[in-house]
Structures are given as structure tokens and as C-alpha cells.
């Protein structure tokens, strides 16, 4: 057997200690609830019905603020999932709460969709209209883009497909300046898609991160302040109550271990077992907890 | 005395000696010869004037395929420095060079200045035809456009302000076939920029070798394969009679020192003297030579 804690190996005892473990569920959603371009995945209502009947308290924490919540909602709906506004957790949302509590004021230079710069305006922000400009091959054009006079407050980087690398010098400039607040939402250095793992937000955030000398403070997974504001948020005395559902290693993983909650890795559609079997991981990476795809947790005992 | 060689303090023997000591200069241009944004840099005709009385043979290397070479080299003259076509070399020009070389046929997917792909088709290659075209937040856009069928065979990453986040996607896809080329051109981590170092090209081609475990043929500076083709452009039997001369640590110093040639750090604009002694520079790193500006060579002896 494996050193990999694998969910269907566990004798009945095992699977009742470790229902009884935990009482808060937070759970991915793309790759563990539905595929990326929404196939749902089978089972999976079944599996959250499951751990609400057993008295969990489930709570989707996803990177993806692509959607706006309305529509996120009504995807778990069309997949039999009932989840309230308060259960749905985003970095567009993690974001506002954080400048909200800071009483922050000024402009925001950012770069993530619209929904999610739609959803910082409805919340009373200020951001940028960005201009989709090209720069046109000369250094004068480059110069008036990047040192523009915008009085920037804070810059914040999350998904966004459009970003450009004159954007990033932009950034950059702004950040020179250490009053400017340097804010980040998902960080996933790589997404999974269509079969590739590609490069994501934080793979960009660690440039910026490295040539400016100078950290994000992140609110998506896997960052070190969403786990703070989601202790906050849900009352967490003991991490060692909660569990980290997710498919991916780098991003839902290391963000459960570094907040001390317990984790548990869904191989679904993005991981072969021998995949995974074959990875080294060290004990900070390695999931507490392994399961093929999330429906496998229904019915338990 | 700092352990940093500085020109102007050295012996009338010892100058002598650095003089007697190469044949061929190759020359970085902004920063050097002139500022980013074109202020010619004065003295710097003076100097290479000076180079070329002594006998020496003066060819310059730029990154910079963003102005046309026949531009370039009427931004020499106006400077009052005559250079011929093959005097000056660029990543467009390597780069066709190393292609035709190779006999490559096929479509290139190339992220460079208009510039830049006018010359590789100027030269006979063929360059997707890039739209620049915005994903528009759903999935659905960002797979039809990261997934497209074209039969890339080369991957070239330069210069490119307007490189976006899902185009590199785009290159990591086609990167998974290892028969297609990965080709860099300019490869600065960072390019110093209106008094700053804003991350240049060496950033994302780092990213994308990381991600997807393979590195770039480099024929821009500090690029190995530029080294051996200029040794061979040049007939270069003895690198140690080879100076480099630029402004950049990373980019020049850094190449003359992997190539074997003797370094000339120019300090000019881009750092102060102060900032300069600061540094804690290894073996590898450190420049044989240092001068304020290009000017300094003048009348050496």
C-alpha cells in the first residue's frame, strides 16, 4: 500500500473517525464540482447532500471570479447544489471585504475580469477604466502608457486573460511606491485546462512579486490572508476541524496544510492515479487524504 | 581601492595593456550610445572613433529589434557614427540566420514587434498573422482561441508590449509538441526603463520553460546560442580578444562572461557609481572592467 492515504482503503473505523473529524467543509468547485467549461461532474450533489445530512457545514471556495456570484449560484442550482450567497467564497469578494475593514479609499489599477472590477465597483470602489490600447512598437508610446499619472492606491492582480506585459511595467511603476497596496486574488501558478496545465495568475504575481522585491498580499488559494480572513469569517478555534477539498496540489492543497486545516485531494478529471502516485512529495505537499472523485464520499459508512 | 576595475584608474601600463589585450568590440547600444528614448549619449561617437583609430574592429549587438535596422542605422549616423549593415546585429537578424540554417519551412507563432516579423517574412518565414483580439471572460472564448488548430512548427518569444496572458497560454500549448521550436530572442529579466527595471522578455520565456520543462534556443543576449553564432559570424579563435561592452549586468556582462570574452560595464544613466559598489557581485558576475561612459575611452593613451 501506498503512503498515500487513499479514502476507499480506509477500514470502516478509519471512515468514521474521520467523518467525525471535521465539522466546516471547504470545498473547491472546477475540477471537483463541474469541468472547467461546465460538464458537472456526476455524483457530486450526492456527495455534498451527504456531508450536510451528516451536519457539515459546507462552504465553496473557488479562485474563479470570472462569474459573477448570481451566476455561480445558478450553476450549483442546475447541478442539484443549494448554496446561499454566504456560502460561496471568491477573491472578488475576499478583496472587497479586506479594503472594506481597511476603510480603503482611492483608485485601483486592476487586472482581473470584468464581473470581478464590476463587482469592486458595486462596492463602492474606485478602478481604472483600462484602455485595451496597443502600444505601437515605440519606446515614446511605452513611456506615456506606463508613467501615466493616474494616482493609484492599490494594484491588484487576478485572473485576467487579457493581461499585457506593458501592463505589468505599469504595475510595476505604481509599486515602486510602497503607500501603493500590491493585492492579489487567485494565485494559482498553473490552471488546469483542456487537458495542460497552463500558466496562471500567480505565475505573473511572483514576476511582479520578484522584481519589485516586494509580496502580495493574496486572498485567493493558496494565500496566507485568505486563510486569515476565512478563520475570521467562519470562527475557526481549531483548523484541525476543517477540511480542504480540492484538485489541485499548488493551489487548494498547500493552501489547506499552510492553514493548518486537514486536506483532501480529488484526483477527478485532472490527475491519472499513477499520476499522482508517481509525484515526490515531501510532507508539507501530500495531501492528508485521497479520493478519485468527490462522489466516492457518499454514503461513507 | 574596490576590487572593481576601474578604467580610470588604471597605470599607463595597465591601460595600455587593456588595449593591447582584444581586437573586436561588441558593442551594446542603449544605454551606451544612446538613452532609451534617443538622447545621444555624448562623447560615444568620440570613443568608438577612438577604438576604430587603434585598429580595432567595433560591431554592435543590440536587443533590440523593435526599430528597423535601416533605422537603426540612421539613428547612428546621426550620432555621428557610421556603421555598416553587418556591423550591427540584432535577434531578427539571428534568428533568420539560425532558421535558414536550419532550412526551417513552416508557420511561425512569433511575440516580437511588427518590426521584428516584417524581417523574418522579409527573409522568406511565414508568421501567424496574429489578431489582436481580447478573450471575453468566458472559458469557452479562451479555449477556441488557446486550442486553435494552426500548424505552428517555431515559437519565437522577443520584445513584445502587447504580449498577453493568453497568447503565452497559446505558446505553452504548442510547446507541448516537442517537434515545434522554442526560440528567444531578446531575453532581459528586466529592461531599465525611465529609471527603473521593468521586467523585460526573460521574465515570460523564463516562465514558459518552467512550466513546461523545456528551454529556449536564445539568440539575443545573454542567449548561448547567440554566443556561438557570433563566434562563428566573426571567426572568433580566442574569445578572451573579444571586449563586451554594455550597461547591463544581466544582459551584457553576463553574456561576455559566459561567452569568454573581457567585460566593459558602462555605468552611464542606468546606475550610479555608489549603487554599483553596493553590489555583491561573485566571480561570475563582475565585470573586468568598469567605466563611467563610453567617453572615457577616448584618447585611453
Known sequence: MSNKNYIANLSYVQKRDFLNSFDLVFCDCDGVIWHNLFDPIPGASDAIAYLRAKGKQVVFVTNNSIMSTADQLKKFSKCNIIVKEHEL???????????????????????????????????GFEVVEEKERLI?????????????????????????FNLTAWKLMRAQVHLKNPECLFIAGAADPRIPFGGNE??????????VEEANQRKAKVFGK???????????????????RVLMVGDSLKSDIIFGKNCGFQTLFVLAGN???????????????????????????????
Chains 1, 2 share one sequence.
Open 271 to 301: 490527475m491519472e492515479q499513477s499520476e499522482f502516485e508517481a509525484l515526490q512529495l515531501n510532507k508539507m505537499d501530500r495531501p492528508d487524504f485521497v479520493i478519485e472523485k468527490l462522489s466516492d464520499l457518499s454514503n461513507l459508512l
Open 198 to 207: 497552463l500558466l496562471g495568475p500567480g505565475a505573473y504575481i511572483r514576476l
Open 136 to 160: 505601437d512598437g515605440s519606446v515614446l508610446d511605452l513611456r506615456n502608457a506606463i508613467y501615466n499619472k493616474d494616482p493609484i492606491k492599490a494594484v491588484i492582480i487576478d485572473i485576467d
Open 89 to 123: 467564497i471568491h477573491p472578488a469578494k475576499t478583496i472587497s471585504n479586506y479594503l472594506k475593514n481597511l476603510g480603503f479609499e482611492g483608485l485601483i489599477l486592476c487586472f482581473a475580469s470584468s464581473i470581478f472590477k464590476q463587482h469592486l465597483r458595486e462596492n
Open 222 to 240: 493558496p494565500g496566507a490572508e485568505l486563510g486569515e480572513l476565512l478563520k475570521v469569517m467562519f470562527n475557526i478555534k481549531d483548523p484541525q
